[in-house]
């Protein structure tokens, strides 16, 4: 076991636990974002660098602080570790740059994008972001396009984080798509561009952090905050059946795997449930569904939080009116 | 004239050849440490040389080698660096080009001080008619009994391939290099575990430079103790230096460590002095991913002390006022060289091979490179130079390889130093559309 100190709170954790995951059992607003690090998909994190925090004490027996920041994604802890999120200006600056590198090339067209409300680029830049941008260059371009006959990707809006990239590897079962080219003209791509067909690949839709991967079956519909989510489940062959169905009055719009407060699904759902299975027959409707995570979702909170400051995690849920 | 140790023996004709390298001397470093040495003696020899990584960290060889995680009953691995892309850089190819034979019979001792049985040269992609030369060399040497099974029936038995990567400069940081090896994408990989314990094959691996490598036979034939004598401090023995630039005499070197910058670039033996009798303006000393220095704190430091070839020397004064061996590769400029040319050229390299795996130098290298590119093109604005700074520093220490941090030293030591011509290219945009504009003071006079 190891004896962990995050903003002054102290945790202890089994040895070998991220600096991450033990924020994440503090919780609260000391728990670093991710845009990248996934706890359900081996060998994502480490790659956006949103989660850096600063070790100021390595261990118990070795009182030197890291030298550089570090990823709490992918950073294991030590015990008498000492480390620093939010308490540390260091790492909200660095924090606010990082943002800032994620947005450069980013087109910036939420009012038509299906992800707006519950984008986590959103909210992250909501939270650490400029008000204006410094990048006075050409944003590079993509085609939109469509893998597979229900997922369209925008590559423009893709901010890299290799998710769908590992869903695809590990929950898909088959390595249907990856990365190509390098640097920031690397794109998601499939091998053959509609070739994914997996029964689980619709996943790659609810791991994506921003609105690079959308369900087609969804597009332009509905702005999210207009839908009322509703925890459901079906006796389902392929998957548990649990998710959670987005309605409109009485029309199921959309159906998601649950997700939990760090914004991750609690169980990836198949392709049947989530594109096909549409009408209020198909579920049972077990309550309304919490949005856990800070979210314009839960409607009229956004006005209580102040700019700049640190946001609390809400504590009053707003229940959806149907 | 300074010591050679590596690079003595090119000019005998036919040293490509086993047999003349053999009748020369060569492999005798084989024979003495697989008969009389242990693997344990023959890394405290290494040791005891003090010599320092030759592929840019300069992190003590020794000290990596005795990381190496010997607990498990796992396969070791050895991986020589031959993925030598840094612009400067060109010593390692000169070496394998020429003296094949002394780089397999350092990797040989090298394995068998480690206890691996399998090596690996991962050789960039455009080094493609090298493979040929070290094929061969291996060749002969397996045919001669230094290679394959029971070595000089010392009961040890090594392998060595070539595999040639597919020309990613990413792909010579140890990680990416052995994803790459592994036949996946050339991506760094998130550190710990470092390659000591989990490398290829998550394998306990050592990942070395070629030149580095090299250099283990003469130091086992030579001794430790003897090799670390040359030099000063804690940069001993020779090293390579690929001079490039605006000088008389560019090539390849070895020099001792410890001569100073002022006798490397002027002597006769060396680089020659300054094309065309021009004034130096500035120098890169260890590649392009190193700090540039100015005119005056080439030759002496901030303290006015002799700046030396060494990796203290050159390090003195910190990011302030010093910049780094690094590999060893020295490009010159002299007065007529524009630095907001060259830093846009250096910004291009490390935006087209960013990996793009971490975000701030996927997206920044992107961003400094256009942004010169404008200032380098008559539309800059005057803000812009302190965005660059401010661009540059958001990178640094921010990623997951020192990509990132090779990217912005560059960009950052340029403007700390030569502010003036950023502002002057802003300023006066008619006047550096002509090719030539490096010198501004000259472009003073009417
Ligand atoms: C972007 C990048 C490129 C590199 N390229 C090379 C290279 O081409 N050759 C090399 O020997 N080391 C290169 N290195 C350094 C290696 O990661 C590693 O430190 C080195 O091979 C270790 O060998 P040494 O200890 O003998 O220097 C590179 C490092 C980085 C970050
Ligand atoms: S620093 Fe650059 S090259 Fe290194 S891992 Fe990050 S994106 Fe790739
Ligand atoms: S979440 Fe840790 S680096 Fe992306």
Not at chain 1, 21 to 48: N, W
Not at chain 1, 142 to 147: G, Q
Not at chain 1, 273 to 280: A, I, L, P, Q, V
Not at chain 2, 161 to 180: D, F, K, Q, R
């Amino acid at each position: 076991m190891a004896k962990v100190t995050i903003d002054n709170h102290v945790v202890e954790v089994p040895d070998g636990t991220t600096i991450l995951q033990a924020a994440r059992l503090i919780g609260g607003d000391i728990v670093p974002p991710t845009m990248c690090y996934y706890s359900k998909l081996e060998g994502s994190g480490g790659k956006c660098r949103t989660c850096l925090v600063k070790v100021s004490q390595s261990s118990g027996k070795d009182s030197r602080p890291m030298p550089k920041l570090v990823a709490s994604c992918s950073t294991p802890v030590a015990d008498g570790m000492v480390v620093q999120n939010i308490t540390s200006p260091e790492v909200l600056e660095a924090r606010k740059a990082i943002v800032e590198f994620l947005l450069i090339n980013h087109p910036l067209d939420c009012p038509v994008c299906d992800q707006a409300g519950e984008c986590d680029l959103q909210n992250l830049s909501y939270e650490h972001g400029l008000e204006t941008t410094r990048y006075k260059e050409e944003r590079r371009d993509y085609p939109s396009v469509d893998i597979g006959p229900y997922v369209k990707l925008h590559m423009n809006r893709c901010i890299l984080c290799y998710r769908c990239v590992y869903t695809a590897d590990q929950i898909a079962g088959k390595r249907i798509h990856g990365i190509l080219y390098r640097g920031d003209v690397a794109e998601i791509s499939t091998f053959i561009q509609n070739s994914i067909e997996n029964e689980f690949s619709g996943n790659i839709i609810d791991v994506c952090p921003v609105g690079a991967l959308t369900d087609k079956t969804f597009r332009f519909k509905s702005r999210v905050w207009f839908l009322n989510p509703f925890l459901a489940h079906r006796d389902c062959p392929t998957c548990s059946g649990k998710v959670t169905v987005w309605k409109f009055g009485k029309e199921i719009y959309r159906v998601t795997g649950r997700k939990d407060q760090f914004g991750e699904v609690d169980e990836f759902i198949c392709n049947t449930c989530r594109f096909d299975k549409k009408g209020s027959e198909d579920w049972i409707i077990e309550s309304p569904a919490n949005i856990d995570k800070q979210s314009v979702i839960s409607q009229n909170h956004y006005m209580k939080i102040k700019k700049g400051s640190i946001i609390k995690p809400l504590e009053q849920k707003t229940e959806p009116q149907d | 004239m300074g010591r050679k140790i590596l690079l003595d023996k090119i000019d005998i004709p036919g040293i490509l050849g086993f047999d003349v390298y053999r009748n020369n001397g060569g492999y005798s470093a084989v024979e003495k440490a697989l008969k009389t040495m242990s693997p344990d003696q023959v890394l405290d020899e290494v040791k005891k040389s003090g010599i320092r990584g030759r592929g840019g960290a300069g992190f003590p060889a020794g000290m990596k080698w005795s990381f190496l995680d010997r607990s498990t009953n796992n396969p070791r691995y050895l991986i020589c660096n031959a993925d030598e892309s840094e612009p400067g850089t060109f010593k390692d190819r000169y070496l394998m080009e020429k003296l094949p034979h002394l780089l397999i019979e350092g990797l040989i001792v090298s394995s068998y001080a480690l206890g691996a049985n399998t090596c690996f040269i991962y050789i960039r992609g455009e080094f493609k008619y090298l493979v040929g030369i070290l094929e061969k060399a291996i060749f002969e040497a397996r045919k001669n009994g230094f290679i394959g099974k029971n070595i000089l029936s010392s009961g040890y038995s090594l392998d060595i391939y070539v595999h040639p990567g597919a020309g990613a400069y990413i792909c010579g940081e140890e990680t990416a290099l052995i994803e790459s090896l592994e036949g996946k994408r050339g991506n760094p990989r998130i550190k710990p575990p470092f390659p000591a314990s989990k490398g290829l094959y998550q394998c306990p691996t050592v990942v070395n430079n070629v030149e580095t490598l090299a250099s283990i036979g003469p130091i086992i034939i030579m001794g430790g103790e003897e090799y670390a004598k040359i030099g000063t401090g804690k940069s001993t023995g020779t090293k390579l230096i690929s001079a490039s630039g605006h000088i008389n005499q560019p090539g390849v070197y070895e020099i001792e460590m410890g001569i100073s910058v002022e006798d490397f670039i002027y002597l006769d033996e060396y680089c020659g002095g300054i094309r065309g009798s021009k004034k130096l303006k500035a120098i890169v000393a260890g590649g392009s991913s190193v700090p540039v220095l100015p005119e005056n704190l080439v030759f002496k430091t901030a303290k006015n002390e002799t700046r030396l070839m060494t990796y203290e020397s050159l390090a003195e004064g910190g990011f302030e006022s010093g910049t780094m061996l690094g590999s060893g590769g020295l490009i010159v400029y002299d007065e007529d060289a524009c630095m907001v040319r060259n830093t846009w050229n250096f910004s291009r390299f490390y935006h087209h091979e960013s990996c793009g795996q971490c975000s701030p130098c996927r997206e920044g290298t992107g961003w400094m490179e256009k942004v010169l590119y404008r200032i380098e093109h008559g539309q800059g604005r005057i803000e812009d130079i302190d965005l660059l700074v401010n661009i540059s520093k958001n990178i640094e220490g921010n990623t997951i390889c020192p990509l990132g941090d090779a990217a912005a030293w560059p960009v950052a030591s340029a403007i700390r130093h030569f502010r003036e011509e950023f502002e002057f290219h802003v300023k006066h945009p008619e006047k550096i559309k002509n090719k030539d504009h490096g010198n501004i003071q000259k472009l003073f006079v009417p």
